[in-house]
């Protein structure tokens, strides 16, 4: 029979040991995860339904709710800023949802425009944006229906003619396309992890396109599904300088007067 070295049963033994470190570490990190949006990518392993209507969920992961969450919180103004509240509160829709970081990508460029180039005072607040461009611009994430991850066909932006996702027309009118995005594994093609990739077609093909990727996808309220934007690199309305052209357009509001 044969007999390993000592030397590489010890390499064996200190192998194990690291396993179990390994496993140790991780079980809790992914227990946690199932109480965050993370495990709802891809489908996750945990329940994905949310007992409250699209409105309700957003509320319940921002500071109304949780203090130490601020997901939506500026999200939830602008959907009231736009006189859309019945839209999230009671039809059946998929909502692709952009966050707080998205919102003040864009706010920030807008305030740089008017500010730098326009010479006008800071924009400080999401009431100076006229009810309208906030209207025009949310309602490109919202589309109807209930598409879910499984629903949505496959999209390969570098074999476009091929897989090219799906158009679909949003609440304002405006073609968007949703595809999911099949990762390769081990060298093996569309066999790896899946991530929605809703896009705003820019021009009148689909070669052309802004596009967000899905961070959260398939929660599902009572009235639609809820998929949430990638926080890192998504400016609200898919174009910035867009949504700061628009808003100049139509004219900034002064600062809403508070009383001391």
Known sequence: MYHPPKKQKYMK????????????????????????DSYLKDGGTCD????????????????????????????????????????????????????????????????????????????KSLEQVKPQVWKEFLSMYIIEGRYRLKDIPQIDTTAIAAY??????????????????????????YVGPRQILYSY??????????????????????????HVIRLTDHDFGFDKNNFATQAIQVGIDELPQTNN
């Open 13 to 36: 033994t200190k192998i194990k040991i690291m396993h179990l470190l390994i496993a140790f570490v991780l079980v809790p990190v992914l227990m946690n995860n199932c109480t965050d």
């Open 48 to 123: 994905p339904n949310f007992d409250g209507t699209i409105m309700e969920f957003l509320q319940f992961k921002s500071p109304e709710n949780e203090p130490n969450n601020d997901y939506f919180s500026d999200l939830i103004k602008i959907i009231r800023l736009a006189g859309m509240e019945d839209v999230i509160e009671q039809d059946n829709i998929t909502f692709f949802a952009p966050t707080n970081w998205s919102i003040r990508n864009s706010m920030n460029f807008l305030n740089r425009i008017w500010y730098q180039q326009m010479g006008q005072d800071s924009v």
């Open 164 to 189: 090219p996702g799906q158009t679909y027309i949003s609440y304002g009118g405006v073609p968007m396309n949703a595809g999911v995005v099949y990762g390769d594994a081990r060298g093996v093609k």
């Open 201 to 226: 077609i820019y021009d009148i093909t689909i070669s052309d396109m802004k596009n967000a990727y899905i961070a959260t996808s398939d929660i599902q309220p009572r009235n639609g599904v809820v």
